[in-house]
């Protein structure tokens, strides 16, 4: 069963969402006087920075120093990876919400050894439908349906991201067959919404549940301090302290509400004493998604993957050594661990198909012998 229709008002609500951005040009880029005011933008949740780069610039043009442009952004000295969708980055780097976000925006000094290269919105647009292909391997087992995409197909689907369209996403998007979960479970916070395809789809009775692998994106903070309020949570400083995990869960229909505490517990065994899964079953299947891309795709993937992918030695924690999850965020919503996460994933995942789950988690240091 395919996402058609208008989507569900969940769907909606995630596709309207905006971040409200205050961006300064950084001091050593400024070359008049007075130093120009920031920009207020508003930033679509599931875009990219960089797309922001015609509506930015134009604010700080005249005071820019002679060169070629490079856009790229940071928030308190650390720079934001532009392939994160933006409103990842937000859940991500302020525990307590900040608005407006103050962005410091940069046109010079592209820092290449800590960003992977971005050149244009093409690189983008790439980087997306190489998102796509992935998450189309890991729920087919292939991604024959995203690499024999019309060019018009492709373009009306990356438009629809840049327009904030979800009707047209719909409607692109079913012709890649990717299906959407379904349980008893889940359709039961549907029937409050007559408008959702779940409710109007199961009124003759609740279809069975469908096993499925689930494209996910894991965010892991790793915190020292202790902190009781969110205001209080330290500033990441580095992205070392930042683990990025791609990492399938696999739902069984075998009658039981599988729930997003369910689904945590497999992404993190590390946190729940259970042991992790051998790192050559993982390997083999980044092998065979890179054997699907191109060229360039798997030499951006093996770049991305050598820099920021789980470091095991900073997540070796366990419950019962005394981790804890402090905070876990999707989309800006902090739900429930017992919600289904067939309506979490049917509701809260990004266009590119994975599901991005930011966690917070304090961990003791190591004693020092």
Known sequence: MENKGEGTEAQKYIWEGAIPLQIHLHESEVTTLPTPPPAMILAPRIGYLPLLAQK????????????????????????????????????????????????????RGYPGNVLTPCDSEDSV??????????????????????????????????????????????????????GILVDDFSIQLNISSPKSP???????????????????????????????????APVAESWDRISYINRPVEI?????????????????????????????????????????????????????????????????????????????RIQGIEPKMEIPFAWVVNNLMNPEHFLHICVYVKIQEPIAI
């Open 198 to 232: 779940e409710s109007t789809q199961n009124a003759d009775g609740p279809a069975p549940a469908k096993t499925g692998r689930i494209p996910v994106r894991l965010y892991v903070r790793t915190i020292n301090e202790d902190f009781d309020e969110l205001e209080d």
């Open 56 to 107: 930015v610039k134009p604010f700080f043009s005249n005071s820019l120093p002679p060169g070629v442009d490079t856009i790229w952004f940071e928030y308190n000295g650390l720079p934001l990876k532009w392939y994160i969708p933006t409103g990842v980055l937000f859940d991500l780097l302020c525990a307590e919400p900040e608005r407006p976000w103050n962005l410091t925006v940069h046109f």
């Open 252 to 328: 069984h229909g075998d009658g039981k509400c599988f729930t997003l505490y369910d689904a945590i517990t497999n992404l993190l065994p590390e946190f729940f004493g259970e042991k992790l899964p051998p790192k050559d079953d993982v390997s083999k299947e980044e092998v065979e998604v890179e054997q699907r891309l191109s060229p360039e795709e798997t030499n951006k993937s093996n770049t991305e993957q050598s820099g920021e992918m789980l470091n095991e030695g900073i997540v070796s924690g366990s419950v019962s050594d005394g981790a804890e999850i402090k905070l876990l």
């Open 125 to 178: 647009k790439w980087s997306f439908i190489n998102s796509l292909k992935e998450a189309a391997y890991i729920i087919n087992g292939n991604c024959k349906n995203v690499m024999n995409m019309s060019q018009s197909d492709q373009l009306e689907l990356w438009r629809s991201i840049m327009d904030g369209n979800l009707n047209s996403y719909l409607r692109i998007s079913s012709k890649l067959k990717f």
